[in-house]
C-alpha cells in the first residue's frame, strides 16, 4: 500500500516527474499487486522504461575523445547523438520507432547539454576535445584533477638543474609534463613567492634533456659562449647554416611584461648556465625568425611580439610560456588576439592572479592554453559567467571548477608552508621608464665629468663627498624621479618641468609600476608587506599610491614619537585590513616585532647585508609562524645593479658607501665603473 504521505506528494507533480516516478517505482509496484497501466501523453502512450545510455570513449587520439554513445530504451538501442536536438532545445518528449514516446531524464539536460554544445559530429559519433574531458566526468589517460593525483614520483628533477626542487615544486613540474604528455596546456598559478619561474626552467630542461636522448646533439659548448646574446645580428648569421644542420636547439618562446625580462634572464643563468637565450626585445631585435632556430629560449615582450607578429606567428615553436598570463584576460585585445596567431606544440600560461575581477578573466587564459576548452565566450558568458556571478548557481560554479581543475594548477603559502624555508630571498630586476631612464642618463653622464674633473684637480681623497652625493641622486633616479629636486632651469619629462603632484608624473618610474603591481598581487591573496627605504620621500609616493587606491596602511618614520609609534605598529599587527607598513630605514632599524607580515620589500637597498638582515628581522624573529618572503627591488642598467655586483667581489662596498659604516674607500677604476 502506497502511504498516505507519498500519496500527497504525487499530487504536488507534474506530468512529466509523475512518468518519472512511475517508472522508477513500477517493480515495486508490481509486486505490490498493482496493474500499471501504460498512461497516455498528447495521444501517444509512453514508455516506462528507464533510458539508459552505454557510452564508449576513444582516447587514442591525442588532442580528441572519440565518443560513441547509445541508449538503450527496452528493445530500441538508438545513438545518442539522436538526441542532440532535444537536448539541446529542452525537450523531455522524444518518440520511438513503435511511434509511443519516452520521458528524456531531467538531468540529462543539465549533464549533456554541454557535451552537444561543445562537440563535433562525424559518422554518427561525437567528437570533444581532451580538454572537455571534465563534462563528461571521465578520467581519460590518467586526466585527472590535480588534487586526486600524485605526480610527485612521475619524474626526477633534471640532473642539469643547478637548484633543489622543494616537494611541491617537483609535483609542479610533474604535472606540467603530465598535460605536455597529453598534449595539453594548463595554468601554473601559484601564489607569489612558490617559485613559478623556477619550475617552469625545470620544465624546459626536463623537455631539452628529453630531447637530446632521443636524437644526440652537439654539446652547448660546441658553438661558443660569447655574441649570441648581446648582439646576435653580428655573430648568428655568420654561424647559422654551418650549426643548424648539426644542432637541434629548444625553441620554448616566453612572453612577458617588459620588467620581468631580467629576471628571466638571470634565472635561467643561474640555475641552467647552458642553456642559451635570445631577448627579443629593443631597437636592435633581428627582423629574422631563423635566428630563433639557435636558441631553446626566445625572451619577449607582449607589447613586442604584438607589433612582430608576422615574425612570431607562423615559425612553431616547440612551448609558448606567458608569464603574467592576465595581460591577456581581454579576448577583445590586440595582445590577445596576436598571442593566438602563435604557432606552438605546446602552451603553458603563469600568473598569481587567474581570477582578478571576474571569472571572464579565465576565458581568455583557458582558451589560449586549450583552445575550444570552455566553448566560444558568447557561450562562456550566458552558461557560466551570468549564472555564476549573478544568480549565486552553485551547480554551474561546480560544473566549471571540474571543467578547469585538471588545467589549473594552484597552491597556496599556506598549503606547503611545511615544503618552504623559513626565510625566501629574492632579488626583483625592474626596467626605467623611457623618460626616467633619459634623465638618468643625463644625471649620470653630468656627473661623471664633474667627478673626474674635480678628481684630476684635487684628488681622489677629497672627491669622496662628491661621489657619495652623486651616487646618492643617481639611486634617487633609479627609485623614482620625484626624489631629486631640480632647478627651474632643467626640464625633464620631455620638456615638462618636474611637478611632483601631478598624477601622470607619480607612474613616471618603472620601480614603482613593478612594486605597486606585486603589492595588488599581495593584496589580493590577503598577505601583509613591510616595504623599507632610506627616503621618507619614496615612502610618501607609496603612502600617496595607497591613498588613492582607498588601502589602509601604516606609516612609521625617525620623526614619529613613540605613542605614534606603538599605535601604528599595533594598527599593522590587529587589524586586518592594513597590509602595508611603510617603514623608514632609520625608524626600522630596531625594536619592532611585526610578526604579521609574510612579506618584506627593500625599496632601495642600502647595500649593508647587516642592515638588510636587519630589517627583514622585523617579520622574521621569535613569534613569527609564517614564512618571510624578502624581495629586493633592483633597477637594472643603474648604480644599483652595478653596487651589486661590486658586492660579489668586493663585500665591504656596503660599508664603504655609507658614511655611518666607516671610512669611503672607492678606487678610481670602481668610481668610473659606476659612473659610466
Known amino acids: 500500500m502506497i502511504k498516505e504521505l507519498e500519496r500527497e506528494k504525487i499530487k504536488r507533480l507534474d506530468q512529466y516527474e509523475l512518468i518519472d516516478w512511475l517508472r522508477k517505482k513500477t517493480s515495486v509496484l508490481t509486486k505490490a499487486g498493482f496493474e500499471i497501466e501504460q498512461p497516455v501523453l ?61 520521458i528524456l531524464p531531467e538531468e540529462w539536460f543539465a549533464q549533456y547539454k554541454e557535451v552537444f554544445q561543445l562537440s563535433d559530429e562525424e559518422d554518427g559519433k561525437l567528437w570533444l576535445a581532451k580538454s572537455q574531458a571534465g563534462l563528461l566526468n571521465l578520467k581519460t589517460n590518467g586526466l585527472k584533477e590535480h588534487e586526486q593525483e600524485d605526480f610527485t614520483h612521475s619524474i626526477e628533477q633534471p640532473k642539469a638543474l643547478q637548484a633543489t626542487l622543494r616537494h611541491y615544486q617537483l609535483e609542479g613540474l610533474n604535472w606540467m609534463n603530465h598535460l605536455r604528455e597529453q598534449r595539453l596546456g594548463g595554468c601554473l598559478a601559484d601564489e607569489m613567492g612558490l617559485g613559478k619561474t623556477l619550475q617552469s626552467i625545470a620544465l624546459l630542461l626536463h623537455v631539452k634533456e628529453c630531447q637530446t636522448q632521443e636524437e ?100 612553431g615553436f616547440n612551448y609558448l610560456i606567458l608569464d603574467e598570463s592576465q595581460h591577456i584576460k581581454n579576448p577583445k585585445s590586440k595582445t590577445y588576439k596576436a598571442i593566438t596567431e602563435v604557432e606552438a606544440q605546446h602552451r603553458l600560461v603563469l600568473t598569481g592572479t587567474p581570477i582578478e575581477n571576474s571569472i571572464s578573466d579565465l576565458w581568455a587564459q583557458m582558451n589560449f592554453v586549450n583552445p575550444g576548452m570552455l566553448g566560444s565566450y558568447h557561450y562562456f558568458k550566458n552558461e557560466f559567467i551570468y549564472p555564476v556571478e549573478k544568480e549565486r548557481d552553485e551547480k554551474k ?94 626640464l625633464d619629462l620631455n620638456g615638462v618641468k618636474t611637478n611632483y603632484d601631478e598624477e601622470d608624473f607619480l607612474y613616471a618610474s618603472g620601480k614603482f609600476q613593478d612594486v605597486t603591481n606585486q ?15 632610506q627616503f621618507v620621500k619614496h615612502l610618501d609616493i607609496y603612502k600617496e599610491w595607497l591613498q588613492d587606491e582607498g588601502l589602509k596602511y601604516s606609516y612609521l618614520i625617525g620623526k614619529r614619537n613613540r605613542k605614534e609609534r606603538e599605535k601604528a605598529i599595533d594598527q599593522f ?85 655609507l658614511p655611518d659604516q666607516g671610512g669611503f674607500q ?5 668610481v668610473g665603473y659606476l659612473f659610466t
Open 519 to 533: 603589492l595588488d598581487q599581495i593584496i589580493s591573496e590577503g598577505h601583509k608587506v613591510l616595504m623599507f627605504s
Open 397 to 490: 560554479r561546480e560544473k566549471l571548477r571540474k571543467l578547469i581543475s585538471p588545467f589549473i594548477l594552484r597552491r597556496r603559502i599556506r598549503d606547503v608552508a611545511q615544503e618552504l624555508p623559513e626565510r625566501n630571498e629574492q632579488v626583483f630586476y625592474t626596467e626605467m621608464e623611457t623618460r626616467q631612464k633619459k634623465l638618468y642618463e643625463e644625471e649620470k653622464s653630468r656627473a661623471r665629468n664633474q667627478i673626474l674633473e674635480n678628481i684630476r684637480k684635487f684628488g681622489k681623497a677629497k672627491s669622496n663627498i662628491l661621489i657619495l652625493k652623486s651616487l646618492s641622486r643617481l639611486r634617487q633616479i633609479a627609485n623614482h624621479p620625484a626624489l631629486v629636486n631640480f632647478d627651474e632651469d632643467e
Open 216 to 315: 644526440p646533439m652537439a654539446a652547448y659548448s660546441d658553438i661558443g659562449e660569447t655574441g649570441y646574446q648581446d648582439d646576435p645580428q653580428l655573430d648568428l648569421f655568420s654561424i647559422y647554416k654551418r650549426d643548424l644542420a648539426r644542432i637541434k636547439r629548444l625553441r620554448a618562446l616566453i612572453v612577458m611584461p617588459l620588467s620581468l625580462i631580467h629576471n628571466w634572464e638571470h634565472e635561467i643563468a643561474r640555475f641552467v648556465p647552458g642553456m642559451k637565450v635570445y631577448k627579443h626585445a629593443g631597437l636592435d631585435r633581428t627582423r629574422n625568425s631563423s635566428v630563433f632556430n639557435l636558441f631553446d629560449v626566445i625572451l619577449t615582450t607582449y607589447a613586442t611580439l604584438r607589433n612582430d607578429i608576422d615574425i612570431f606567428a607562423h615559425f
Open 573 to 657: 599587527q590587529t587589524d586586518p585590513e592594513t597590509q602595508v607598513f611603510l617603514i623608514s630605514l632609520k625608524a626600522g632599524g630596531t625594536g619592532l616585532n611585526l610578526t604579521a607580515a609574510s612579506y618584506v620589500f627593500m625599496l632601495d637597498p642600502w647595500w649593508n647585508p647587516a642592515t638588510e638582515n636587519q630589517a627583514i628581522s622585523r617579520a622574521h624573529r621569535i613569534g613569527q609562524d609564517k614564512n618571510v618572503f624578502a624581495y629586493r627591488f633592483i633597477t637594472v642598467d643603474t648604480v644599483e645593479e652595478k653596487i651589486m655586483k661590486l658586492q660579489e667581489r668586493k663585500k665591504e662596498l656596503a660599508s664603504d658607501l
Open 42 to 102: 498528447s495521444g501517444k502512450q509512453v514508455s516506462l522504461e528507464i533510458p539508459k545510455i552505454k557510452m564508449k570513449v576513444d582516447t587514442t587520439d591525442n588532442d580528441w575523445l572519440d565518443i560513441e554513445a547509445v541508449v538503450k530504451i527496452g528493445k530500441f538501442n538508438i545513438p545518442f547523438i539522436k538526441f542532440r536536438d532535444h537536448i539541446l532545445n529542452g525537450n523531455r518528449v522524444f518518440e520511438l520507432p513503435d511511434e509511443t514516446i519516452t
Open 666 to 670: 672607492l678606487t678610481e677604476e670602481e
